[in-house]
Every structure is written in C-alpha cells, then in structure tokens.
C-alpha cells in the first residue's frame, strides 16, 4: 500500500520561495507534483523518473521550480523560487508503480496514488 503525505504549504509574498515535501511509502519510480487553483482544473507541475535522474516540467514553471528527492528518506521536494500570485493553488504529490510514457506525464490517470494536498498561496 504506497502512502503519500504532503507537507511544507504556507503563504508567501510574490518573489519568495516555499519548499513542499511528500513522504512516500512503496516503491513508485515515477513522482509528480500537480496543482489545482481556485476555479481551475488540476494540471501537471513536474515529474521525476528514472530512479531520480530525469525531471520534466511544466513550461509555466520551468526555470522557478526544481523537483528533487532524498532516496534515503523516499521522499520527493519541490523547490519553488520566484513565486507569482499565479501559483496560488493546492498542490497534490502523485507516485506510480507503473512506466509512464513521457508524452504522458501529465495525464492524471497515469498516477493511482495521491496525497492529501498542501496550499500554496502567493500574495502580490
């Protein structure tokens, strides 16, 4: 049973930087981060694979955000730098056990096990 628990959310004025985390528990070699605004429909954030050696992002966020994990401790970081009010929205860990075709990283479905949700709120 793969377990995921999200933590490091909070608010942050635009320009600053948060930290998100996601335990998880199992082996899932795929790990992502998406995110759902207010109003909004969840979307694809970044991806991590190949035992930790390959990222993926989203064009909105590449270039600010780094996704990283601490094998030793299975938990997966998403480091967010220069934060606008546009990435205000509740961010959701997502893992699978499964090969995830590359076209297909951002496909919610791809992924069986999420966590709770962190909020993220940026303030202009």
């Known amino acids: 049973q793969v377990k995921l628990v999200e933590s490091g959310g909070g608010s942050v004025q635009a320009g600053g930087s948060l930290r998100l985390s996601c335990a998880a528990s199992?082996?899932?070699?795929?790990k992502a981060w998406f995110r759902q605004a207010p109003g909004k429909e969840r979307e694809g954030v970044a991806v991590?694979?190949?035992?930790?050696?390959?990222?993926y992002y989203a064009e909105s966020v590449k270039g600010r955000f780094t996704i990283s994990q601490d094998n030793a401790k299975n938990t997966v970081y998403l480091q967010m730098d220069t934060l606008k009010s546009e990435d205000t929205a509740m961010y959701y860990c997502?893992?699978?056990?499964?090969?995830?075709?590359?076209?297909?990283?951002?496909?919610?479905?791809?992924?069986?096990?999420w966590g709770q949700g962190t909020l993220v709120t940026v303030s202009s």
């Open positions: 997502a893992a699978s056990s499964s090969y995830i075709w590359p076209a297909l990283f951002f496909q919610q479905q791809r992924y069986p096990h």
């Open positions: 199992g082996y899932t070699p795929y």
């Open positions: 991590l694979y190949n035992s930790g050696s390959s990222t």
